[in-house]
């Protein structure tokens, strides 16, 4: 489903659209909102369901969520509008939980389930019978049944089938889910178990229904820029690409003025801060003080890790993540500035929310939400000139957006100082194979090596807020790190901030 232009996805990036077009324009939002889901779904014809007024009312909990609202409660009568003008601000705005569910319009996928097909032939050999532990399978009218009461979901009979006839039927979002924390409600309806969950977002890419939403700030920041405030972009290292294949970085920088922000920022330079600081944590602490260190900068892989793992938690690297010392540089240079966060990933803003990082970022916004804001504006980043390049950041910081990226450009700056070191690393994505590589550290398998874990199968390229397919923006990625005239993130021209940077750490 990813990388793939669908229906859902269109409808998602109305909606942003819509938002910021609704923010930009101003006016009665309490009675412009009401109108907006007659104008996203038009007509009287249902397009993807049953009936319009189900769409609408869907597409009406997508707003309230875009603009950072919760759900209504399908029990009690409510205007779309409740809350708009109280969310209508300069600020933060939106309570737990980031990722909901809107129950009506989830399908009630079974959670796992081994069926027959179809295209059994009844066979004579009759293979899924004889391979089956539970015997859970006959044969009745010639062809294969499967008792689900006897059945344990092992899939060998799916294996011998030669006819590839018996299937695995699995909800999407459970089976995207490296925690494990979606379920059933006593309706069938899909629900998230919030103490497993570390809002990593691939739920709400892999839901082919789009029942599942995280909130957003497009609203806020947009009052923001309104307002007056100077408001500043920090971009992540995966933009590259994201846009648009001949938009770029330069005419990136070009459109985020276009629409307000008074400067852009490379993330890539937090990187590289990154980068030299758990480089020096690795040399001081393994294998001497701890048998392995793990990386901080996904925000999803170190809570987990934390949840499943607790007594790793003093192996997994202290060092700021790259969004907080990128808004932290930012705020010592310009400290009455707003920093909004651009990047691939629905954890960061999790992440921004903490009270220890509150002061640090003031909004986070993915570049779909940001699509939405240029097609609200009118922004034609194919046609516009190249603006001032962003150079700041090294190769090392802009390989963070790439599975691998972050545990080599440690192992780079730690070969830098000793070229003789063997610097062991692990990198795994997707948070199952995280808790794999986890479980390899705790039977000792792991002792002398750095770890890196990113939730998102492909890392950041692949997050929730991304537009393009994976490996199209990994090569869009390796590219620009192929560019930068700088290398290795010691070569940043902000290593002396570091200091500075985190001594409240």
């Given amino acids: 489903m990813r990388g793939i232009y669908n229906s859902v996805t269109d409808i998602r990036r109305k909606v942003f659209t819509e938002i910021a077009r609704l923010a930009y324009e101003g006016g009665d939002y309490a009675k412009k909102i009401e109108e907006l889901p007659y104008k996203i779904l038009p007509g009287h014809k249902a397009s993807y369901r049953n009936s319009i007024f189900l769409e609408r009312a869907i597409i009406g909990e997508r707003l309230r969520l875009g603009i950072g609202l919760p759900l209504r409660a399908v029990e009690e009568q409510s205007a779309l509008s409740d809350g708009i003008e109280e969310s209508a601000i300069a600020k933060k705005y939106y309570d737990d ?134 408001v500043i972009a920090a971009v992540a290292p995966a933009f590259v690409g994201q846009f648009g294949p001949s938009v770029t970085p330069d005419k990136v920088k070009g459109a985020l003025k276009e629409l307000g922000f008074a400067d852009v920022v490379e993330v890539a330079i937090g990187a590289d801060l990154c980068t030299i600081e758990e480089a020096e944590d690795f040399l001081d602490k393994v294998p001497e003080k701890q048998p392995f260190m793990a990386t901080s900068c996904c925000p999803a892989w170190s809570v987990m890790a934390k949840k499943l793992f607790p007594d790793f938690k003093p192996y997994i690297s202290m060092a700021l993540t790259p969004m907080v010392l990128t808004g932290r540089l930012i705020k010592k240079e310009k400290p009455n500035a707003k920093v909004v966060f651009i990047g691939p990933c629905a954890a960061k803003k999790l992440e921004a929310s903490r009270k220890s990082i509150r002061s640090d970022i003031d909004f986070v916004l993915t570049f779909e939400e940001v699509m939405g804001m240029f097609e609200a504006k009118g922004v034609d980043l194919e046609q516009l000139t190249i603006s001032e390049p962003l150079t700041e950041g090294t190769g090392s910081g802009r390989g963070f957006a790439v599975s691998g990226g972050v545990a080599q450009a440690v192992k780079d700056q730690i070969l830098k100082d000793h070229p ?51 490996m199209k923006s990994s090569a869009a990625v390796k590219k620009y790190v192929n560019e930068a005239d700088k290398k290795i993130s010691s070569e940043s021209a902000y290593g002396e901030h570091l200091d500075l940077l985190t001594e409240h750490n």
Wanted: proline share 4%; glycine share 10%.
């Fill in 97 to 230: 939980p980031l990722i909901n569910i809107i129950k009506f319009a989830c399908n009630a996928c079974p959670e796992k389930k081994i069926v027959v097909t179809d295209s059994c032939q009844g066979c004579l050999s009759h293979q899924c019978t004889e391979v089956c532990p539970k015997d859970a399978i006959h044969i009745v009218n010639g062809k294969s049944l499967i008792d689900q009461d006897k059945c344990i979901k092992c899939g060998r009979c799916m294996d011998a089938c030669p006819y590839h006839a018996i299937n695995k039927l699995e909800r999407p979002c459970a089976a995207s889910c490296g925690m494990d924390a979606i379920h059933s409600d006593e309706d069938g309806c899909a629900e998230i178990d919030y103490d497993k969950c570390v809002s990593c977002g691939m739920c709400l890419v892999n839901c082919p229904f789009g029942a599942i939403v995280d909130k957003g700030q497009i609203f806020q920041t947009i009052h923001a820029i309104k307002e007056g405030h100077e």
């Fill in 420 to 470: 003789d070191m063997e610097v062991k690393i692990q990198a795994a994505e997707g948070l199952k194979n995280c808790k794999t590589m986890l479980m390899m550290a705790k039977a000792g398998r792991l002792n002398g090596y750095l770890l890196e874990g990113m939730a998102c199968p492909g890392g950041c390229v692949a997050g929730a807020g991304t537009l393009q397919p994976v």
